[in-house]
């Protein structure tokens, strides 16, 4: 791989960009109609292959990623939907209604599976060594976090994000707008997946941090923005 990019899994992304924007395709036709919801997609297509290089490198196998790169997707279709004079409330909808397709896409046995893993004391162990290791500000664009023990009540542990590599890539980008869109998809991803999240403020919506509290068979509390209810 080229240090310092993800270059070198350029045909990879643009096969994972393809399945997620087919996954709304018939969406945006009902939307848009034919004509402009393949332009959109195309040119969406176009505009990732440009932003490719410049995805903040966070490194080669952080498991971060798998929030990292789809939120670069939707800031490809972002900007391709400001082209066409299409409003950030659009683009969000469209960004929140691909995370649900994507998990909804995953088998219940799998989302079942993530969900015991994700309250095993391996996965804890894990997010622990994450967190410290992200302290140490090894990446510039990458993320910082902080580790919560559970208070044996309200939640099952914590996790608080004190720099967000999404919110840092979509800043430079001048789409800090969309940022608020890309964190409702953690309402689905709680939602599918069991993690019972709470969270009272997020780095996209001027908090101090995103504090995420993940509690087993929880009720999943998260404010999304106002178009999306």
Known sequence: MS?????????????????????????LIARYGEEEANILMQESR?????????????GDRNPLLIFLLPAS???????????HGRTVEEAGRLVYEIGEAEFEAIPGWVRR????????????KRLQKRALLSQE?????????AYIEGDGRDFDYGVDYIECAICKFLNEQGAAELAPYVCAV???????LGWGLRR??????GGE?????????????????????
Not at 3 to 25: A, E, N, P, Q, W
Not at 73 to 83: E, W
Not at 209 to 229: A, E
Request: proline share 4%.
């Open 186 to 192: 953690d309402k689905v991803a709680s939602e599918m």
């Open 200 to 205: 009272t403020m997020t780095l996209a919506e």
């Open 209 to 229: 941090r995103c504090d995420f509290r993940f509690k087993k068979g929880g009720k999943t509390c998260v404010t999304i923005p106002q178009p999306l209810r």
């Open 113 to 124: 599976g993530i969900g015991v893993l994700w309250f095993s004391r391996w996965f804890a």
């Open 137 to 145: 500000r090894k990446y510039s664009g990458g993320y910082v976090l």
């Open 3 to 27: 240090y310092g990019t993800y270059v070198s899994r350029k045909f990879r992304l643009i096969k994972d960009f393809d399945r997620s924007v087919s996954r709304v395709k018939q969406l």
């Open 46 to 58: 176009e505009k990732y292959k440009d932003l490719i290089p410049q995805i903040p490198y966070i």
């Open 73 to 83: 997707r939707y800031l490809a279709i972002y900007q391709t939907f400001q082209k």
